[in-house]
C-alpha cells in the first residue's frame, strides 16, 4: 500500500536497478585461474611431468585469450584498440610457435592488469534512487466536503488537491484560498521557506513546511516539474561517453610499433619465434598494470581524507579538469539560515535579545527558529522553557517567558524607530531575514539572518585555482544581487543566477563543451547537473542520496576543501601512471631491440618483462604517499582555535554599537549621540581589545608551528596595532569632550572618521582571520555562529 508521498502502486519506474549477477567476478575469477595455471605449471615442472605442465600453461594461456578477445572486439566497436589486442597478438603467437611458459606468463599479466583496472573502474549505481523516493505516488483531492487519496496518475489539471504539513506537493498548481510556506531547496537549493499567497504558482516537489493548505491543479504528474528533474537526470547520464583508459591513449602508437618490430624481425630473421619474442617483450604490461595500480593509489588516499571517487577515470578526469562549476548554496555557502547579527534598541543587550528569542522559539519547527536556538545554545546562553506558546504559520511565535510576553517574527517594518530603519535597510542589502523580538509590546531587537559564505570557502577557492584550475563558475537558483555578491567576494570568473535545474545542466553542458568540466554540488537538485558534467562532486556528507548517486566523486565530510586536497592527489596519481608507464615503455623498447636481434627467446623475455613491471608497479605506488601541503593543528591549538572562533561569533554582535554611534553622531550631534560612542569605546576597551590581546599573545604563537613561520600571522598583528591606534584615538576624542561638557563641532568629523574606520577594518579583520584561522579548526568549516 503507498503513503500520500510516494509512488502509486503499478506506477511505471521512472528508473530501473539491474543486477549486475557474474560481472564483477570476472576479472578476478580470471586472474585467479590464470595465476593457479601457471603454478600449476610450474609444480608440474618441478616434478618432471612436462606434458602436464604443457597442458597447465596452454590452459591458463586459453583462459586469457578468449575475454581478451571479448575486450579487443568491444574496444574496435567503439573505435579504439587498445592496449588488449597487442596482449591478443602476444597470447596467440606464443601458443602457435609452443612457447607456453612464456605464453602463461603474458596470461597472467593481462589478467592482473584487467583486475586492477576493473576494481579502479567500477562505479556505483547513478540511478538516482532517491528522487523516485522522494516523488510522491498519491495525492489527496477534494470533491466538495469530501478529500480523498487518489493515484498519482488520476490528478487532472483543475482538481482541488489538499496538501498537509510535511507533504511533498504532488504536481504543479496554484495555491488556492490561503497562503503556503513551502521548502524549495529540492528544486532551488535555498534553504529558507519560502511563502506563497493565493494564486501563486508552486512546483510540484517543494515540500510543505507550513500549515495544510489547498492547490489547484495546472498540469499532471507527468508533465510537472519533478517528473522533468529525473528525466533530465537520465538523459545526462546516458549521454556520459565511456572515458579512454590512459593506457589505450599510450597504445594508439606503442601498438603499431610493436607490431611492425615483431614483423621487421621475422621478415629479416625468418624466425616466427624470434617475433613472438619481440611481442611478448613488447606485451605493454607497464600499461596494462602501471596506470591502474598508480590510479587505484590514488582512489586510495584520497578516501583516506573523505574523497570517494568511484572510477580510475573519474581520476584521471580530475587530474585533467581546467574549469569548475559549482553550486551555491551548501557548497560555498553554509546552506543554511544562520544568525548573522543581532540588532537592539539604543542601550539593548544583544545577548538578551537573542536568550529571550531562543526561549520562545524552541518549541517551532520553522527553519529560522531552529537557527536562532541553535545560535543561542553555541553561545552557552541560559534558556527558559516557554509557556502558552502560539504559533502563526507565517507570522511568527508568541509565548510567556520569564513573565513577560515575547513575539519573535515577522512583522510590519518599524518605520517608527531609527534603529529598525536601519535594520531594515542592512537587512535589504544583505538579502537577510529579519526576525523582530518584542517584549510585553515594546520592540527590543531583530536578529538578522542569511545563508552566509562558508569560512572554508575562500581559503579553498585559492587553493583550486592553486591546484591547475583556470575557470571557476558558480551557479545557483537565487537572485542577483546575492549571487554576485558571493562570487565578488571569492574572485570568481563568472556566475549564473535564478537558475532552474534545466538552466544549469545547460550551463554545465557549455562549459563541459570547451574544457574538461568539473561540477560541485549539494541537493537532489543538482543531480542532473553533476551527472552532464565530465567529473560530478556530490557533498554527501549532508545526505543529499540522489546527487551522491548521481556523482562520480563524494565528499563525505562537509570540507570542500577536500576537493582541492583530491584534486593534487589526482593530479599527482596521473603523473606518477605517465611516468611509470613512459618509463616501462622505454624499457620494454630496448628489450623488443634485443629480442629482435634473437639474443632473447620468448621464455627470458617474459621473466625480463615481468622484472620491468615490478619496477613500475613499485614506483607506481608512490601515489599511496602524501603528497602533503594539508596543515595540521595539534589538539591544543585547534582548542584555541575554536575558542577564538566562539568570542569572534559573540563579539560581532557588538558591531552595530559603532555604526550606530556613527550615525547618530552623522545626524545630531548632542548628548544621545556622545552616550552612543561613549558605549562603542567602553566595548573596545573591555571587551575587543582584550580579546584581540589574547589572539596576539596566544593564539598567533600556536599558530606558527602549523603555518610554517611567524610571517603567516604578521599581517593580522599589524591590523591589531590599528585597532588599538583608533581605539586610542576615540578615547581621546571621549576625554576632551568631558574635559569641554560636549563634544566641539571640531571634533565630529574625525570622531565620525575614526568609527567608520574601525568598523571597517574590525570587519574585514575579523572575515580574515576567520578564513585564514578559524576555517583550520576541523569541523568549523561551515559560516560563523
Not at 380 to 405: K, Q
Not at 553 to 575: C, H, N, Q, S, Y
Request: net charge negative; glycine share 10%.
Amino acid at each position: 500500500m503507498a503513503d500520500d508521498r510516494g509512488a502509486p502502486a503499478g506506477a511505471r519506474p521512472v528508473w530501473r536497478l539491474r543486477g549486475q549477477g557474474w560481472r564483477p567476478w570476472l576479472e578476478p575469477g580470471l586472474l585467479v585461474l590464470t595465476l593457479g595455471a601457471f603454478l600449476t605449471g610450474l609444480l608440474a615442472r618441478a616434478l618432471g611431468a612436462e606434458a602436464v605442465a604443457d597442458g597447465g600453461w596452454i590452459a591458463g594461456t586459453v583462459l586469457a585469450v578468449l575475454p581478451a578477445l571479448a575486450w579487443v572486439v568491444a574496444a574496435l566497436r567503439r573505435g579504439r584498440a587498445g592496449v588488449d589486442l597487442l596482449a591478443v597478438v602476444a597470447l596467440v603467437g606464443t601458443l602457435a610457435v609452443g612457447e607456453y611458459l612464456a605464453g602463461s606468463l603474458v596470461a597472467v599479466m593481462v589478467a592482473t592488469g584487467r583486475a586492477l583496472d576493473a576494481a579502479a573502474e567500477r562505479r556505483a549505481s547513478r540511478d538516482l534512487r532517491a528522487l523516485l523516493e522522494h516523488a510522491p505516488r498519491s495525492a489527496r483531492r477534494r470533491l466538495g466536503d469530501v478529500v480523498e487519496t487518489v493515484p498519482l496518475e488520476a490528478v487532472a489539471a483543475g482538481d482541488l488537491l489538499v496538501v498537509g504539513p510535511g507533504e511533498v506537493v504532488a504536481v504543479d498548481g496554484r495555491v488556492e484560498g490561503g497562503s503556503a510556506a513551502l521548502d524549495e531547496s529540492v528544486l532551488t537549493g535555498e534553504p529558507l521557506l519560502v511563502e506563497r499567497s493565493d494564486g501563486d504558482p508552486v512546483r510540484s516537489g517543494v515540500v510543505n513546511g507550513g500549515p495544510a493548505f489547498e492547490l489547484r491543479a495546472t498540469a499532471t504528474a507527468e508533465e510537472s516539474t519533478y517528473a522533468g528533474l529525473v528525466k533530465l537526470a537520465q538523459e545526462a547520464g546516458a549521454e556520459n561517453a565511456p572515458v579512454v583508459r590512459l593506457a589505450d591513449r599510450y597504445a594508439a602508437w606503442f601498438l603499431p610499433l610493436s607490431l611492425a618490430v615483431a614483423g621487421a624481425a621475422w621478415a629479416v630473421s625468418g624466425s616466427a619465434v624470434r617475433a613472438v619474442a619481440v611481442l611478448v617483450v613488447a606485451t605493454p604490461c607497464p600499461l596494462l598494470l602501471a596506470a591502474p595500480v598508480a590510479i587505484v593509489s590514488g582512489l586510495s588516499r584520497a578516501s583516506r581524507i573523505g574523497v570517494v571517487i568511484r572510477s580510475g577515470g573519474a581520476l584521471e578526469n580530475l587530474g585533467r579538469a581546467r574549469t569548475l562549476v559549482m553550486d551555491k548554496t551548501g557548497t560555498l555557502t553554509v546552506g543554511r539560515p544562520t544568525v548573522v547579527e543581532v540588532a537592539t534598541a539604543p542601550a539593548g543587550d544583544a545577548g538578551e535579545v537573542l536568550r529571550l528569542a531562543a526561549s520562545t522559539e524552541q518549541l517551532s519547527p520553522h527553519v529560522l527558529a531552529e537557527a536562532i536556538v541553535t545560535e543561542a545554545r553555541a553561545r552557552r546562553l541560559p534558556l527558559t522553557l516557554p509557556t502558552d506558546v502560539v504559533e502563526e504559520p507565517g507570522r511568527g511565535v508568541s509565548a510567556t517567558v520569564e513573565g513577560r510576553r515575547i513575539e519573535v517574527g515577522k512583522r510590519t517594518a518599524p518605520r517608527d524607530h531609527d534603529w529598525a530603519r536601519v535594520v531594515l535597510d542592512r537587512a535589504r542589502l544583505d538579502g537577510a531575514a529579519v526576525s523582530w523580538v518584542t517584549v510585553d509590546g515594546e520592540l527590543v531587537g531583530a536578529v538578522l539572518l542569511r545563508d552566509p559564505l562558508r569560512r572554508d570557502a575562500p581559503r579553498t577557492i585559492r587553493r583550486l585555482r592553486s591546484a591547475g584550475l583556470q575557470r571557476l563558475v558558480m551557479l545557483t537558483g537565487d537572485r542577483v544581487e546575492p549571487a554576485r555578491e558571493v562570487a565578488t567576494v571569492l574572485g570568481l570568473d563568472d556566475v549564473y543566477a535564478e537558475q532552474t535545474p534545466a538552466d544549469k545542466v545547460a550551463a554545465v553542458r557549455g562549459e563541459d563543451a570547451r574544457e574538461v568540466t568539473v561540477m560541485v554540488g549539494d541537493g537532489i537538485n543538482d543531480a542532473p547537473a553533476l551527472a552532464a558534467a565530465t567529473v560530478g562532486v556530490a557533498m554527501g556528507a549532508r545526505g543529499a542520496t540522489a546527487s551522491s548517486e548521481a556523482a562520480d566523486i563524494v565528499l563525505t565530510v562537509d570540507r570542500i576543501d577536500r576537493l582541492a586536497d583530491a584534486m593534487e592527489i589526482a593530479r599527482r596519481a596521473r603523473r606518477i601512471a605517465v611516468q611509470s608507464a613512459t618509463v616501462g615503455m622505454a624499457l620494454s623498447l630496448v628489450a623488443m631491440g634485443v629480442a629482435a636481434l634473437g639474443w632473447l627467446p620468448p621464455a627470458a623475455g617474459a621473466l625480463l618483462q615481468e622484472g620491468i613491471d615490478v619496477a613500475v608497479i613499485l614506483n607506481a605506488l608512490r601515489a599511496l604517499r602524501d603528497p602533503g601541503g594539508d596543515v595540521t593543528l595539534t589538539a591544543d591549538t585547534d582548542t584555541l582555535v575554536r575558542r577564538f572562533a566562539t568570542e569572534h561569533d559573540e563579539l560581532a554582535d557588538t558591531f552595530p554599537l559603532l555604526r550606530r554611534a556613527a550615525g547618530l553622531l552623522a545626524e545630531k550631534p548632542g548628548p544621545e549621540a556622545l552616550d552612543a560612542v561613549r558605549r562603542a569605546h567602553v566595548f573596545l576597551v573591555d571587551r575587543l581589545l582584550p580579546h584581540e590581546l589574547a589572539e596576539e599573545t596566544q593564539l598567533y604563537p600556536a599558530l606558527a608551528e602549523p603555518l610554517g613561520s611567524t610571517e603567516a600571522t604578521a599581517p593580522m598583528s599589524r591590523t591589531h596595532a590599528e585597532i588599538q591606534r583608533l581605539a586610542a584615538r576615540l578615547g581621546t576624542h571621549l576625554e576632551l569632550a568631558d574635559a569641554a561638557g560636549e563634544l566641539d563641532p571640531d571634533q565630529v568629523e574625525d570622531v565620525l572618521a575614526t568609527l567608520y574606520g574601525l568598523y571597517a577594518v574590525l570587519r574585514l579583520h575579523f572575515v580574515q582571520e576567520e578564513e585564514n584561522y578559524f576555517a583550520l579548526a576541523t569541523d568549523r568549516t561551515g559560516g560563523p555562529g
